[in-house]
């Protein structure tokens, strides 16, 4: 989420003492000028302007007052020039835990270091940070970190009170009351953001969107990607880093959290909280609880309006519950869980393309002929009997389906809970659905000789990048073509 708050108040102090220092020479005075009229010594000036000692409130005030400035202008967060600039990012790169791991010694910024030769250690800082970041976004770092991020959410039982009340001020402050958010009401928060929302076709192919934080625009595609990203959730994804405060990821797992923080506001902003809730809580009163129908109800696609039942039933409706995301081969996309439905995992405890069970709703559903409606089952598995509202749906890497289930005991809420189908899953244990009956082995072990299909993305690396998987220099190119525009 945000950077370390050490790293924070120590770089904070640092401008601050750069500040105090850039009012005291643009008046010509020396540290035993300024200690003089200040009650300090230049000694314990020093250590304020080099970041090293917080001076008190009433230091502060008497400062101001023989610099003849005002509080705010040493307390802004903007160095006081270029130079001030390359100072604090030098000694704020210098002490991350990366520079510390090498042993090297610390550089001063001493006056008679030249501009140029700041900026080259300061370039070369940002290289190496940038091939760490590199070396760590495998596959392999990438799946702990997204396992990290499931088990933390599943202890908040999927829900974030502090996304959901900001998105949902937000979405009355644009004077959006009841229904489906409106295209409308998504440019109103942009502007109240200081941000015109622009639709241009040349969006670089691996941006969703762009931010130009100068000309204050965010561009975007013409029409909905696939997928059901839709242009207001897009649109709000890109709002919500402003509002949360992101700083550029310097790990793959920020990366990932920051990823989640967004697209929970952009849930929580389509689907805010009052609203869902009453409608849902209204739902389960009457027995009727259906993704279609909260779906329809808030204008999103089938997928988001699933997820954000997970964010709602625990912590609203006191009702625990799992999603999955499974393509048509069986592997799952996305999951979550909190009610001990036995999710496959590799040794990482990461279920990304982990392969369900066969016997599952997630995967019964792609043989069924008519797919204009949920399939409702019941499963029997080890850890007890769960059920299943499944929906199937389509994009151009093929098909997939979207299940939200609950244990036994809770199907009585949702509509289906009637269905006679039912199945019985032995999984984990491979003679489930994993290995073949003995007689079919016995036939066929030596007469067939499947070739696999290779999933190019396990022999990769996942794209490197100031963000990852976004090439730096084609989105720079757009910003400069279309600022000039």
């Known amino acids: 989420m945000s950077p370390n708050p050490s790293g924070n108040a120590a770089a904070d102090l640092l401008t601050l003492g750069r500040r105090i220092r850039h009012f005291r020479t643009r008046r010509g005075l020396t540290l035993d000028d300024l200690g003089e009229r200040v009650g300090l010594a230049a000694s314990q000036l020093s250590l304020i302007e080099n970041g090293k000692r917080e001076p008190k409130l009433s230091v502060l005030q008497e400062l101001t007052a023989a610099l003849g400035v005002e509080l705010n202008d040493l307390l802004s967060t903007e160095a006081p020039n270029p130079r001030a600039a390359l100072e604090i990012e030098l000694d704020r790169l210098q002490r991350s835990a990366l520079y510390s791991e090498l042993t090297l010694p610390q550089v001063k ?20 940070q940038r091939h760490a970041n590199e070396a760590i976004a495998t596959p392999e770092e990438a799946r702990r970190a997204n396992t990290e991020l499931r088990e933390w959410m599943r202890e908040r039982d999927n829900h974030l009170p502090e996304i959901e009340e900001l998105a949902e001020s937000r979405v009355l402050r644009a004077g959006h009351s009841t229904g489906a958010l ?25 941006a969703r969107s762009v931010t130009d934080l100068e000309n204050g625009r965010i561009y ?11 242009l207001r ?10 509002l949360l405060g992101h700083q550029r990821p310097t790990s793959y797992a920020e990366f990932l959290r920051q990823r989640l923080e967004i697209n929970y506001f952009a849930a929580a902003a389509l689907m805010p909280q009052t609203a869902a809730v009453s409608f849902l809580q209204q739902a389960k009163r009457d027995r009727n609880l259906a993704v279609e129908d909260f779906r329809d109800a808030f204008g999103v696609t089938h997928e988001a309006a699933a997820l954000r039942l997970t964010n709602l039933a625990t912590a609203r409706l006191d009702m625990r519950l799992h999603f999955l995301r499974v393509s048509e081969d069986g592997a799952i996309s996305k999951a979550y869980e909190n009610d ?14 982990q392969i369900v069970c066969r016997k599952w709703s997630a995967r019964n559903a792609f043989a069924r002929t008519n797919r204009t409606t949920e399939l409702y089952q ?18 151009e890497a093929g098909e997939f389906s979207i299940s939200v289930g609950v244990p036994w005991g809770e199907a009585k809420w949702f509509r289906g809970r009637e269905t006679t ?29 499947p070739s696999a299909r290779l999933h190019t993305h ?24 279309h600022a000039a525009g």
Request: aromatic letters at 6%; one cysteine or more; hydrophobic letters at 35%.
């Open 109 to 128: 910024p001493s006056k008679g270091i030249p501009d140029d030769a700041l900026r080259a250690l300061v370039g070369l800082h940002r290289e190496l």
């Open 182 to 206: 409106t295209h409308r009401t998504v440019s109103v928060m942009a502007e109240q953001l200081g941000f015109d929302l622009i639709y241009v076709n040349d969006l670089p192919h691996s």
């Open 220 to 230: 975007l595609p013409p029409a909905s990607i696939p997928g059901g990203h839709g």
């Open 233 to 242: 959730s897009m649109a709000l994804q890109a709002m919500a880093h402003r």
């Open 340 to 353: 001990a439905l036995p999710l496959p995992v590799d040794v990482t405890g990461a279920v990304e393309g």
């Open 378 to 395: 019941y499963t029997d598995t080890p850890a007890g009997t769960f059920w299943c509202a499944t929906q199937t749906g389509t994009t």
């Open 421 to 449: 189908t039912r199945a019985v899953s032995t999984c984990p244990d491979p003679t489930c659905c994993r290995r073949p009956p003995s007689v079919l082995a016995d036939k066929w072990r030596e007469q067939a000789w």
């Open 458 to 481: 396990i022999l990769s690396p996942l794209p490197s990048g100031t963000f990852p998987g976004v090439d730096d220099s084609e989105v720079y190119d757009f910003l400069e073509r």
